[in-house]
């Protein structure tokens, strides 16, 4: 016989995990027409994640394990072979919906912490999606780590992280993307302490190098940038460098100043203010030093989406337009906070908020 709870509880994984990629049906109408909007993913219920955890450990995210999964299932196969999923029973109604009301319900006091007034501020609901970036970020270190460390340590080398490669494949002298030379590179900077190994809080670092605060990992990452960026390989880059491989994920961050009627005129001019601002000395170029207040737009991490996605669940549940969210406003806008592919600005009420990385919650570092 088949057990009805198994496939429920296989069902409801699947649709929290679909439900996690797919966009708000809602979204659209508050977009601003013209403008190009990317879409990324992330979770404001830590549930969530640990459901995507627990399926991708189980290789349910793959489409032809899980259907091989269901197979087994409908075929009445042998339940020894068929994974445990009894774990998630807890968060899934009779029917293998999970209870979106209730879980907001709980939530909502976790994040209304500071101060503690029956509404969540965006600074609060800040804190609480940078919270989950950091989880995420342990997360894949901590699986990584489990990969590469080879003696057991607890830490990793670079001989361990390049494990996978002969001698003779690793040309320490060669510093092209992905070569011997250019980990290496990367792997001292990480490396703060100069032990020869790397440490969880150091692996995540060369791992993730768009989220880190070393200042040597940084201005690696502005060099790299700056080498895409860089046209003719001169080592800088001029107005038409700029302009033209300007990130659109950068256009995408940058505060709205137009009805949108008229975008590529509204890029040549973003493109030329910005490039004034960030050309220090006005030699007319701009060096890798130079583009330090814009890397984390230039090359967004998992800090830089918690911000804007905070930005996007304001813009899309703040009904009064107060600043502040209320339980009813995220119960009615639920689709917002559980579709958790979301797309980024411009978000005219909350595009002044400042996105500096370097100086706020450093306990998220």
């Known amino acids: 016989m088949v057990k009805p709870g198994v496939v429920y509880l296989l069902l409801a994984i699947a649709f929290v995990i679909l439900l996690s990629f797919s966009p708000t ?19 404001f219920d830590p549930l969530v994640d640990k459901l995507e955890r627990r399926a991708e450990e189980q ?4 489409p032809d394990t899980f259907q091989e999964k269901l197979n087994a299932i409908f075929d009445d196969r042998d339940w020894s072979k068929v994974p445990e999923f009894g774990v998630f ?12 009301t209730e ?29 989950q970036a950091l989880d995420r970020l342990i997360y894949s270190t901590e699986r990584q780590i489990k990969l590469h460390d080879k003696d057991g340590d607890g830490a990793v080398t670079l001989e361990e992280f ?39 809080t150091e692996f995540r670092d060369f791992l993730h190098p768009e989220d880190s605060r070393n200042p040597a990992i940084q201005l690696w990452l502005q060099k790299e940038k700056l080498r895409e960026m860089d046209q ?15 990130d ?25 203010r910005k490039f004034g601002e960030l050309d220090v000395n006005k030699d007319k170029v701009l060096t890798a030093e130079e583009l330090k ?48 592919v979301f797309e980024e600005g411009p978000f005219d009420d909350y595009d002044d908020v400042d996105d500096d990385y370097d100086d706020v919650h450093d306990e998220f570092r």
């Open 293 to 340: 207040p814009i890397i984390h737009h230039l090359q967004p991490g998992e800090f830089s989406y918690a911000m804007h996605f905070t930005k996007y669940l304001m813009h899309e549940a703040d009904d009064d337009r107060d600043g502040k969210l209320t339980l009813k406003e995220m119960l009615n806008h639920h689709q917002a906070f559980y579709s958790a």
């Open 89 to 100: 029973e807890e968060y899934f109604g009779e029917e293998g919906r999970l209870n979106v």
């Open 162 to 200: 390049l494990s996978h490669l002969s001698k003779e494949e690793i040309d320490w002298d060669n510093k092209e993307r992905g070569k011997g030379g250019w980990w290496k590179e990367q792997f001292l900077n990480a490396d703060k302490d100069g032990s020869g190994s790397l440490d969880s």
């Open 232 to 246: 003719n390989e001169d080592g800088k880059l001029s107005f038409v460098e700029f302009r033209d491989r300007l």
């Open 25 to 43: 049906p809602h979204a659209s109408q508050k977009r601003r027409h013209g403008r190009r909007l990317a879409h990324h993913h992330a979770s």
């Open 248 to 272: 659109g994920i950068y256009l995408s961050f940058a505060s709205s100043e137009t009805d949108g009627a008229d975008d590529s005129k509204h890029h040549q001019d973003y493109a030329k």
């Open 59 to 62: 290789g349910l995210l793959d």
């Open 103 to 131: 879980r907001l319900t709980y939530l909502f006091p976790l994040l209304d912490r500071y101060p503690e007034d029956g509404t969540i501020s965006f600074q609060e609901l800040e804190v609480w999606n940078r919270r």
